[in-house]
Every structure is written in C-alpha cells, then in structure tokens.
C-alpha cells in the first residue's frame, strides 16, 4: 500500500533526475516542467493501484515526455512537427531509457541541469533560486525563507531569472571545462542551500525532507569527482556528512528540538564523522581557505569532542572570527556569538550581537539566541520579552516548542521561588503567542 507520504517523497526525489532528463529532450525550461507536472499527476493516479515502479525517476521522465510529445502535436494541430533533432539529442536519450537509464546518466543530467540553472548571465542569487525551484522542486516560501526575504520578493525573482534563461539562449549542452570551473561557486551554494533545507526540518516533515541532504550531499559527491582537486568541494562535502552524522540524534521521540550539547552522542554516525574528518583534513592541506572549509572544520571540532564539555569552544571561535573575514553576515556573526558565550561569557555576546537587530529583526533564531543570553544574565523579564518574539517568528511547531520550554523553565524558577508578580507576568507572556 502506497501513502501519501511516500509518493510525495518519491516524486520529490525523482524530480531533479527526471528534470535533468526532460530539459535535455525538449531544451525548454517551461516545456520541461510541465512535462514533469503532468508526469506527477499520472504517478499521483497510477502508482496508488498499479504499485510503484521500479524505477520512479525512468518512469517520470518516459510518461513525462510522451505527454508533452502529445501537446506539441495538439499545438501544433496540422503543422508538420519540428525534426527530432530540434527536439532534442535523440540518440543518448531514448537509448538510455529504453534499456533503463544507467545511474551514471542521471547524474550528468542532473549536473547539466545545475549549470544551467548558474548561467553567468543570471545574478548570483536568482541563479540559487531558480535552481531551488527547477531542480529541487522547493515552493517560494521555502526559498524565501533560506534567502531571510518576503515570498513576493522571492516570486519576482525567481520570474525574473526563468524570464532571463528563455530570452538569452542558453545552450543546452554541458559546459566546457573552463564554463564549469567559472560557475562552481554558485552551484556549490545551491548544493548547500538544497543541504540546509532538509536540514532544517522538522520532526513532522524530516522524513520527507530527508531526501534533500541526501540529494546535497550526492551531488557534493558528484561535484568532487569532477573537480577533485579543490579543497573547497572537499569542505562541502565533509560538512554536509559531518552535520548529517548528527541527524539521528538532533530530535527527541515527540519531535522537540534537541540542543546540540544534550544530544545522546551514540547516536552519531560514526562512519560518516570519519569521512568527514577524513576530507576536511585533506582540504586543509590544499592551504587555500574558504568558507565551506572553515564551516566544516567547525562542525568537525563539535565531532570530536566526546562530550560537550569537551568542546573547543576557543577555536570554534577564532574559526567563526575567519568565517566572518571570508564571507561576513549577521548570521555568521549571531553563530559567533554563542562560541563567545561560552570563552567570554554571555554579557561580550550581547554586546556582540545587540547591533544585528536592525538587520535579523525578522529572524527567529536572533531572538532565540537573545532569550538565552539575557536568561544566563538573569534578566528575565527581558528573555520572555525575546522569547516571545522568537516564537512568533518561528517556522516550524519544534522552533516554538523548545522556545516555550524556556518560558516554562522560567515560571518553574519563579514559581519555586514564590515570586508571584514574575511569574504571572511571564505566564501572561507565554499564553499571548
């Protein structure tokens, strides 16, 4: 029996590959996402009754272009359709699928596709997000909420880019050595914006998110074989298997958020740590640092500590201090804050993070981190006041829920204090969200 869960977590894996294929056969963005919508419809009516296939991803992209192959004919009514080899590169693609589509071809599809979508014509930012929306098959609002922008703004965005792709004719080839080595920033970015949305989820939707940092970290994967020399790819790679190691561990059996210094460490992936390690430490070696690398070492440090005391929290910051050299932010800046929490105290991490408000007053974890600060300083008036904020702003049901888990820890204290003006006023607070 087939659940609405597994379709939609089968389509959502399929997407890119099926994508990849589609846009390869009709060189059309529009034509290729139609085909493939229409391909899930069919799926969404048949695989219920007949049972899956064996091959999800073949049997998209085979019903997908049969069906846009149909419009083509019905547009075209009594006109003499266009020669297949305006349609497409016939001869790779229909062998493929008539005897299966090997593994190896899906990924140079998909590859192909991410080029494509990183065209140097587009502005770096509508090339992540066109990305997020072709390939992966993300919703505006998931964008938005990666980019921290509105929905419309991300809407006009992503217009704006497939607008510029259909008037610019991009050739619908795989890029020369020198196009791939020019785009690989913006495709690397789009790898680990791709990581980060399945990361992200929460307990109700990690398992059909899950196939995104599957899909990251593959692609990382395939990015690696063919730039197998820059240290930077090593660095995205070892932090998605480094942070992935952790996923078994990182919510509790109600689907709570489960901080990283309380997690059951047992749980950790070891192999994947190992190969994380493994890659970071040889990246390092290349001794041309970036961002994804100091990310990874970071998360590699976190790794190694047995146990949460354990943890270098004075490299973790002197890392953060050259992560905001190499690609300074507001967030990297509120990630500092909590490694100088810990070296410095949370008074210097205030004061650290208390000029971003102007610029991350729309961002959840800025009050989180704030709430949590201003608790250690015992100001607590002052934490429900930012906890409040941070729940409102909250994207997911466990955000909120581990937020409204100090705002009880502070009634508790209050309570057991007998101070009864506090805790009212912190009560009235929590039930106002």
């Given at each position: 029996m087939i659940d609405d869960a597994w379709l939609e977590s089968a389509l959502a894996a399929a997407r890119p590959q099926a994508m990849g294929a589609l846009l390869r056969y009709f060189r059309d963005l529009d034509a290729a996402e139609e085909a493939f919508q229409e391909a899930c419809l069919r799926a969404l009516q048949r695989w219920p009754q007949e049972g899956p296939p064996r091959s999800p991803a073949a049997w998209l992209i085979q019903?997908?272009?049969?069906?846009?192959?149909?419009?083509?004919?019905?547009?075209?009514?009594?006109?003499?359709?266009?020669?297949e080899e305006l349609l497409s590169n016939l001869e790779d693609a229909e062998a493929a699928l008539a005897v299966g589509l090997a593994a190896s071809h899906y990924r140079d599809d998909i590859l192909r596709l991410l080029f494509i979508c990183c065209h140097p014509d587009l502005p770096a930012t509508q090339q992540?997000?066109?990305?997020?929306?072709?390939?992966?098959?993300?919703?505006?609002?998931?964008?938005?909420?990666?980019?921290?922008?509105?929905?419309?703004?991300?809407?006009?965005?992503?217009?704006?880019?497939?607008?510029?792709?259909?008037?610019?004719?991009?050739?619908?080839?795989?890029?020369?050595?020198?196009?791939?080595?020019?785009?690989?920033?913006?495709?690397?970015?789009?790898?680990?914006?791709?990581?980060?949305?399945?990361?992200?989820?929460?307990?109700?939707?990690?398992?059909?998110?899950?196939?995104?940092?599957?899909?990251?970290?593959r692609l990382a994967r395939l990015l690696l074989r063919l730039f197998q020399d820059e240290p930077e790819i090593m660095g995205l790679l070892a932090l998605f298997l480094l942070q992935h190691a952790r996923a078994a561990a990182r919510l509790d059996a109600e689907g709570g958020i489960v901080l990283l210094e309380d997690?059951?460490?047992?749980?950790?992936?070891?192999?994947?740590?190992?190969?994380?390690?493994?890659?970071?430490?040889?990246?390092?070696?290349?001794?041309?640092?970036?961002?994804?690398?100091?990310?990874?070492?970071?998360?590699?440090?976190h790794a190694q500590a047995a146990r949460p005391e354990d943890t270098d929290w004075v490299q973790i910051d002197l890392l953060y201090a050259a992560l905001e050299t190499l690609q300074p932010s507001p967030v990297v800046t509120l990630n500092?804050?909590?490694?100088?929490?810990?070296?410095?105290?949370?008074?210097?991490a205030l004061e650290m993070i208390e000029p971003l408000a102007p610029r991350l007053g729309h961002y959840f974890h800025f009050f989180g981190v704030k709430g949590a600060l201003l608790l250690q300083l015992g100001r607590k008036e002052e934490a429900r006041v930012a906890f409040d904020q941070?729940?409102?702003?909250?994207?997911?049901?466990?955000?909120?829920?581990?937020?409204?888990?100090?705002?009880?820890r502070l009634i508790q204290e209050s309570a057991a204090r007998g101070d009864a003006e506090d805790s009212r006023q912190i009560t009235h607070g929590r039930e106002s969200c």
């Open positions: 019903v997908g272009r049969n069906a846009e192959l149909d419009q083509v004919r019905r547009r075209a009514r009594n006109r003499e359709l266009p020669s992540i997000a066109v990305a997020l929306r072709i390939v992966c098959g993300l919703s505006v609002e998931q964008i938005a909420r990666a980019f921290l922008v509105s929905e419309s703004a991300m809407e006009q965005r992503i217009t704006r880019a497939k607008r510029r792709v259909a008037s610019a004719d991009v050739p619908f080839e795989t890029p020369g050595a020198p196009e791939r080595a020019e785009r690989l920033a913006a495709v690397a970015a789009m790898i680990y914006l791709i990581f980060n949305e399945g990361y992200s989820a929460n307990s109700g939707e990690a398992p059909l998110r899950a196939p995104f940092c599957d899909e990251a970290i997690q059951d460490r047992s749980l950790w992936n070891a192999q994947l740590i190992a190969e994380g390690l493994a890659l970071i430490d040889k990246a390092v070696r290349h001794r041309r640092r970036g961002p994804y690398q100091v990310q990874a070492a970071i998360a590699a440090l500092r804050a909590v490694a100088v929490s810990k070296v410095r105290g949370p008074a210097a941070a729940i409102a702003l909250a994207n997911t049901a466990a955000e909120a829920a581990h937020i409204r888990m100090h705002l009880d």
